[in-house]
């Protein structure tokens, strides 16, 4: 678990240079979105619905489940508001914020500079690496090392934190950008990719659902990131109740008894 500190530091990092675009977005006069909540009655959240542990649709039952799932109704109630759930991916969610679709983004979404200039961002309420599946039988890819080789076909989910992060990573393997309807997991049992890449959430239901699956540790916390929740920029008003809210289900527990009911805890930021 990351501490304080280093935890500033990243996110000084991730946002450093941003001042200017802010400042551009504040010369835009937006409606306030408590504003629009209110009037219709209803809190729309973006989640994308195949993200285990954190906003999961169960196959069993068609239910949503996930820490997300639960903080949204739970921020919900604290507004007095109906709840309403606008399912999306990653590549879209930001259009879907802009174009009013969802007040707010609760899908564990990655901070980063290229994401930070057109939706703001919460304070930070998880931290992960970046982990690596491929087969057990998969005799070529043993360790972390083995993925960055010729011949190796490296697959990323299009518009994940995954995505920029291996293309700037890999010097010999091959990467392949899967975009939906496609899945990572699809690609790696036909044979056409090696290992996909992914965070600690969606790499434990790997191991959860699919005996196949193997995780690859990475080495020295490789990719880390700052997971937030992601919403329209220039809302300051907005932004305050979100924090707000994350600060007092932070400091009454209720935070930390979600991350641990859906297996969440080692990369919850306390």
Same mark, same amino acid.
């Not at 977005?25 to 306030?32: D, F, G, M, R, T």
């Given at each position: ?94 259009? !879907? ?22 939706? #703001? ?82 790499? !434990? ?8 699956? !193997? ?32 600060? #007092? ?10 991350? #641990? ?10």
């Amino acid at each position: 678990m990351l501490s304080r500190i280093a935890l500033k530091r990243m996110a000084l990092a991730v946002i450093a240079g941003l001042v200017p675009i802010c400042e551009a977005w504040a010369q835009i006069s937006l409606p306030p979105r408590l504003d629009a909540i209110r009037s219709r009655g209803e809190l729309r959240v973006c989640i994308w619905p195949d993200y285990f542990a954190i906003s999961y649709r169960n196959s069993r039952n068609s239910e949503l489940e996930g820490l997300d799932v639960d903080l949204a109704r739970a921020l919900a109630g604290r507004l007095s508001m109906r709840l309403g759930f606008v399912e999306t991916n990653f590549v879209a969610f930001m259009d !879907r914020i802009d174009a009013g679709d969802c007040d707010i983004a609760m899908m564990a979404v990655g901070i980063t500079p290229a994401r930070a200039q057109r939706v #703001a961002f919460s304070r930070p309420y998880l931290a992960s690496p970046v982990y690596a599946v491929t087969t057990r039988d998969n005799t070529r890819i043993r360790n972390w090392a083995d993925i960055d080789t010729p011949g190796t076909v490296v697959a990323v989910a299009a518009g994940t934190i995954q995505e920029p992060l291996m293309g700037r990573s890999l010097r010999r393997a091959e990467m392949l950008v899967v975009a939906p309807p496609r899945s990572r997991e699809a690609e790696i049992q036909s044979g056409r990719a090696d290992v996909f890449m992914s965070d600690f959430a969606y790499t !434990r239901r790997m191991l959860l659902m699919h005996d196949w699956a !193997r995780v690859i540790e990475p080495p020295d916390r490789f990719g880390e990131t700052l997971y937030a929740w992601a919403l329209p920029m220039n809302d300051p008003a907005w932004m305050g109740e979100v924090n707000n809210f994350l600060g #007092a289900i932070r400091a009454d527990g209720t935070l930390a008894r979600a991350a #641990a009911k859906h297996g969440l805890t080692p990369i919850l930021i306390r």
